[in-house]
Nanobody, 121 residues
Framework: VQLQASGGGLVQSGGSLRLSCAAA????????GGWYRQAPGKEREVVAT???????KYGDSVKGRFTISRDNAKNTLYLQMNNLNAADTAVYYC????????????????WGQGTQVTVSS
């Protein structure tokens, strides 16, 4: 079981990217999760989180520009990033609680491998 993050890349300031975080392996559902990022020389910070019910929260620096969403049928989280700027340059990590037992609400927490987002000014 693992989370696979994708969608990062190089984009110009003002551009957009969409990150995906897909659960792979023997997974029977996805619970709450979120996106985090870490820039060089800085601590990892919360970008956005989403509960199993779809309630969302955002870091102050991305409010109004980023949108977190989920597709329960695909066991996937997304992060739509608009109006990107140089301060958004970082490695983005996804995190989620995954249901790994059939017929059980038991979840285990997983981190994705990270995907690089670079915004050129």
């Amino acid at each position: 079981v693992q989370l696979q993050a994708s969608g990062g890349g190089l984009v110009q300031s003002g551009g957009s990217l969409r990150l995906s975080c897909a659960a792979a392996g023997s997974v029977f559902g996805i619970g709450g999760g979120g996106w985090y990022r870490q820039a060089p020389g800085k601590e990892r910070e919360v970008v956005a989180t989403i509960t199993g019910d779809g309630n969302t929260k955002y870091g102050d620096s991305v409010k109004g520009r980023f949108t977190i969403s989920r597709d329960n049928a695909k066991n996937t989280l997304y992060l739509q990033m608009n109006n990107l700027n140089a301060a958004d340059t970082a490695v983005y990590y996804c995190n989620a609680d995954l249901r790994v037992l059939r017929f059980s609400e038991y979840t285990r927490n997983y981190w994705g491998q990270g995907t690089q987002v670079t915004v050129s000014s």
